[in-house]
Antibody, heavy 123, light 107 residues
Framework: EVLLVESGGGLVKPGGSIRLSCATS????????MNWVRQSPGKGLEWVGH??????????DYAPPVKGRFSISRDDSKSTLYLQMSNLKIEDTAVYFC??????????????WGQGTTVTVSS | SYELTQPPSVSVSPGQTARITCSGD??????AYWYQQKPGQAPVLLIY???ERPSGIPARFSGSSSGTTVTLTISGVQAEDEADYYC??????????FGSGTEVTVL
């Protein structure tokens, strides 16, 4: 069974930092491009960023609102994805989902999602 | 910058056809993907590569494209199809972009 389990969410003050984790199992993590997607309360889905697999360079890319503040990393030995969030703003309050594509034929279709972890930025 | 535009809401009676559009210049040269999200749940992939349906997704869901607009069609809408629907595409080496989302109400 494929599983993505996010953790690390919580209450953070504006300007603070927090690190989210996404523990995975049931698929070849080393072969996966991994994404973070967020959803603010009552709002739509927003792509946060991704990290490609090491054989493709292991690089990451980010949506403009988080570029320079968020950093995505991966530990292939632990099949775990991370999202380091710094200089947090009120508008970063959201449920953060870890997601990826398992079946190659789906191309960039995100067919596996975690249940999400909630980050609340408030003073 | 890239942008995908969807209507905020669509209403449809059971058994009828719902069409949800998603517009953006990038859609003229990139694939589109569609997701269904019900309250409190993670999104589910409904359509990939603009017109293809993953295994397990009912045949009443279909995707099409014309120019810079893609459309998700739900034929024979059922009460369980009441949900939010999002389009997605990629650009610049695999970075993703989601549409604003459409709330489907089954009357």
């Amino acid at each position: 069974e494929v599983l993505l389990v996010e953790s690390g969410g919580g209450l953070v003050k504006p300007g603070g930092s927090i690190r989210l984790s996404c523990a995975t199992s049931g698929f070849s993590f080393t072969e996966a491009w991994m994404n973070w997607v967020r959803q603010s309360p009552g709002k739509g889905l927003e792509w946060v960023g991704h990290i490609v697999r090491k054989v493709d360079g292991g690089t990451s890319d980010y949506a403009p609102p988080v570029k320079g503040r968020f950093s995505i990393s991966r530990d292939d030995s632990k099949s775990t994805l991370y999202l380091q969030m710094s200089n947090l703003k009120i508008e970063d309050t959201a449920v953060y989902f870890c997601t990826t594509t398992i079946r190659r034929e789906y191309y960039f279709g995100l067919d596996v999602w975690g249940q999400g972890t909630t980050v609340t930025v408030s003073s | 910058s890239y942008e995908l535009t969807q209507p905020p809401s669509v209403s449809v009676s059971p058994g009828q056809t719902a069409r949800i559009t998603c517009s953006g210049d990038v859609l003229s040269y990139q694939f589109a993907y569609w997701y269904q999200q019900k309250p409190g749940q993670a999104p589910v992939l409904l359509i990939y590569k603009t017109t293809e349906r993953p295994s397990g997704i009912p045949a009443r869901f279909s995707g099409s494209s014309s120019g810079t607009t893609v459309t998700l069609t739900i034929s024979g809408v059922q009460a369980e199809d009441e949900a939010d629907y999002y389009c997605q595409t990629t650009h610049s080496g695999g970075s993703s972009l989601f549409g604003s989302g459409t709330e489907v109400t089954v009357l």
